[in-house]
């Protein structure tokens, strides 16, 4: 995908968005639920890439081909949901190519932006997830989903009152609490995915401390990246499988060879914080009385 400002084109409003895709003019002016195959085919050589200032929650159904998960391929014929969060670039689909099937609510963060929604939204960690870490949904969980969906679609149908932007918000609130449920129970089911992560996850990070040439401390958005998974999804999984984040790994592995040094060598604490890629020893001896209760002098010396 080209990143070229000349081929992206942004989109700000709901009534912008059904005028490209070819839809009739919106019901409501924040929030749209559009079916993928009322859709017009786009001229993906007039406009390659797009902005929408929206959230997108999208489900496509009878997907062709197999999903990447993790490092793995996993096939799948029930229905798949994303979630995207506003300002991100995303490609139009080739007409020739594109999935009919499945449906795309979208809404402006005006809509939400006087509610608590508005606010915790971004707890949401799935909003940042990629594509390829859609949520797999059972004939159930769909079926729960699309009810939801519907029932906010009837409100915005309905005759607008005092009430209806609060129906409405409270309905958003209520499928995004399901959604998180969905991927958290995804997370658990899926064992065998899992498992393959984690232990990718802990062969690239031990690899970090055991390179002689790598001076540097271990990142979230770098483990992520050597794993092909975006920094949300990478600790919103280890988090559900372990209790700890991806960035609390990184810590109790810091604190796991600072011990094997600190009681194995004769390094002093500054260059023991250097070798595991801190710039600043203060850093270092604050993580490790932070992690172990004690300073790593004081550590050191309780072997003696």
């Known amino acids: 995908m080209k990143n070229d400002k000349q081929n992206i084109q942004i989109i700000n409003s709901v009534s912008e968005l059904h005028k490209l895709l070819g839809l009739p003019q919106p019901q409501h002016p924040l929030i749209t639920l559009i079916d993928h195959a009322a859709v017009q085919p786009i001229d993906t050589n007039q406009n390659p890439n797009l902005v929408l200032n929206f959230y997108n929650i999208t489900i496509k159904r009878s997907f062709k081909g197999q999903m990447k998960y993790g490092k793995s391929y996993y096939d799948f014929d029930e229905g798949t949901m994303s979630f995207m969060a506003p300002n991100q670039v995303i490609g139009i689909d080739d007409a020739a190519n594109s999935n009919k099937e499945g449906w795309s609510l979208l809404f402006h963060p005006d809509l939400i932006r006087n509610y608590p929604l508005g606010a915790v939204i971004k707890n949401y ?16 969980e769909e079926q729960l989903i699309e009810k939801g969906v519907q029932n906010i679609k009837t409100e915005y149908e309905s005759r607008m009152d005092q009430y209806s932007q609060d129906v409405m918000v409270s309905s958003l609130a209520l499928l995004l609490n399901y959604c998180n449920r969905f991927y958290n129970r995804q997370f658990v089911t899926r064992k065998m995915a899992n498992t393959d992560v984690l232990t990718q996850f802990e062969k690239v990070l031990s690899k970090h401390f055991e390179d002689k040439t790598d001076q540097m401390l271990p990142t979230v958005q770098g483990l992520a990246k050597e794993l092909s998974l975006s920094t949300s999804y990478l600790s919103d999984m ?54 172990s209760g004690v300073s790593p002098l004081a550590f050191r010396q309780s072997f003696n």
């Not at 960690?125 to 159930?140: I, P, T, V």
């Not at 988090?239 to 990184?250: A, D, S």
């Open 238 to 291: 280890l988090r559900t499988v372990t209790g700890q984040n991806t960035q609390q790994h990184i810590h109790n592995k810091v604190l796991e060879n600072a011990k094997d040094l600190l009681t194995t060598t004769n390094l002093t604490v500054s260059e023991i914080a250097y070798k595991l890629g801190f710039e600043h020893p203060q850093s270092f001896s604050k993580l490790f009385k932070n992690k």
């Open 125 to 140: 960690g799935f909003f940042s997830y990629d594509l390829n870490e859609a949520l797999h949904l059972s004939a159930e």
